[in-house]
């Protein structure tokens, strides 16, 4: 079983939708990490949390430490929402990633 | 600041070659990261550096090099490269204790024939 799990794998929604990507964890974390890879390839941190929630324009980011779970939501969704959703988990001083197999979101028009 | 820059963007090498990736980032940060991605796997940590001088092995360090001379620097190398060494690599970077965000270079795609 892999250390940080995603769901779904795969998501196509309309333009308009609201998107909720689930992360899971089953170790010790310092942080956790939500980061965005477009169809290109370059990789983009959207994210870092210990706690509670975080919003960035329409993204939304929380996370339940006791549950070991975090959720990335998207309100309003758009085209340009399309990529791979990524969540990692950070351990120890040096920050070590484990990464999720990503989340590859296709937003319709 | 250009930010975290990888060359080349996309290689071919038949097996039993050489080569060096190239990693260099213009932010000062002390810590830089060597990932590997591959087709329905998360990415995979293959070697990091907490400073100029000091490197460790990630979760897959078999069948690469690396050094850190200089604080901006980070090439890591493949020795007779293997078909099981295609795939696409990036270089990352943070400042330092207390400030987490990994900054990603663009991406080295590998193919070993």
């Known amino acids: 079983k892999n250390e940080v799990e995603q769901s779904p794998q795969n998501l196509t929604a309309q333009e308009g939708e609201f998107i909720t990507i689930n992360c899971s964890y089953s170790v010790g974390i310092s942080a956790l990490h939500w980061l965005q890879q477009h169809p290109g390839g370059g990789i983009v941190s959207l994210f870092m949390l210990s706690s509670g929630k975080k919003k960035h324009g329409r993204l939304i980011a929380t996370i339940n430490i006791q549950e070991k779970h975090s959720s990335l939501h998207i309100t309003a969704s758009h085209p340009r929402d399309s990529a791979v959703y990524i969540c990692a988990v950070s351990r120890g001083a040096t920050n070590k990633l484990i990464f999720g197999t990503g989340t590859l979101l296709a937003v319709q028009p | 600041n250009a930010g975290v820059t990888q060359t080349p963007k996309f290689r071919i090498l038949k097996i039993g070659q050489s080569m060096t990736l190239q990693c260099t980032q213009d932010?000062?940060?002390?810590?830089m990261y060597w990932y590997r991605q591959d087709p329905g796997m998360g990415l995979k940590l293959i070697y990091y550096?907490?400073?100029?001088?000091?490197?460790d092995k990630g979760e897959v360090p078999n069948g690469y090099n690396v050094s850190r001379s200089t604080t901006e620097d980070f090439p890591l190398r493949l020795e007779l490269a293997a078909p099981s060494q295609t795939s696409v690599y990036f270089c990352a970077s943070r400042v330092g204790l207390g400030r987490e965000t990994q900054y990603f270079g663009p991406g080295t795609r590998l193919l070993v024939l």
């Open positions: 932010m000062n940060h002390n810590y």
């Open positions: 550096s907490v400073g100029a001088g000091i490197t």
